[in-house]
């Protein structure tokens, strides 16, 4: 299920100027991590942005999680 969700991540300089995206909508995870913390639940984000998929969201959760599990950034 991992390797499935990070299928659904786009990171290439051509899009997006380079940010992570969701790949082929151009919804970079920055903003569905905005939307969630603003207190949107996944219904809600989908609901509003309906080619999103509830996997999208996971996906965008999990990206931001193996982030965070870097131990340094130069």
Known sequence: MENQ?????TLDP???H???????LRYPVELILELLSLG???KEIIDDYDDLEHE???AALLFVVRMTQVKSIY
Do not use: P
Request: hydrophobic fraction near 45%; aromatic fraction near 4%; glycine fraction near 10%.
């Open 40 to 42: 949107m639940n996944a």
């Open 56 to 58: 999208n969201i996971l």
């Open 18 to 24: 380079g940010k992570s995206c969701i790949r082929g």
């Open 14 to 16: 051509n899009i997006c």
């Open 5 to 9: 969700l990070w299928q659904r991540i």
